[in-house]
């Protein structure tokens, strides 16, 4: 069973930063698809970002994340980060992070953790 937690969100300023942590125990799979997802109250969820598995992991970004957010995860196949700055009012959200397990296809979901982009 895997589980999913998320920390470091939190108040930022417009134009500031913030780096999202996502837990995952027990580990990462080589073969696991992982992504950030943000949903804000009376909007639909959205992907934020996605890593691709493979020996060299790609990465995809909605459009006005590209170039403000980065995607990884670290060597030790512990945790996905999600990377932010130059933030605006809009990225506003509870910002979660999903796994989809390359050897089962169950898509597991963290609780999400608040973001919240405000002067």
């Known amino acids: 069973q895997v589980q999913l937690v998320e920390s470091g969100g939190g108040l930022v300023q417009p134009g500031g930063s913030l780096n999202l942590s996502c837990a995952v125990s027990p580990s990462i799979v080589r073969s696991d698809t992982l992504s950030w997802y943000r949903q804000s109250p009376g909007n639909q969820r959205e992907m934020v970002a996605t890593?691709?598995?493979?020996?060299?992991?790609?990465?995809k970004y909605i459009d006005s994340a590209k170039g403000r957010f980065t995607i990884s995860r670290d060597h030790d196949w512990k945790f996905v980060t999600l990377q932010m700055k130059d933030l605006e009012p809009e990225d506003t959200a509870t910002y979660l992070c999903?796994?989809?397990?390359?050897?089962?296809?169950?898509?597991?979901w963290g609780q999400g953790t608040q973001v919240t982009v405000s002067s």
């Open positions: 890593m691709t598995p493979g020996r060299t992991p790609t990465t």
């Open positions: 999903q796994l989809i397990s390359g050897l089962s296809g169950k898509i597991s």
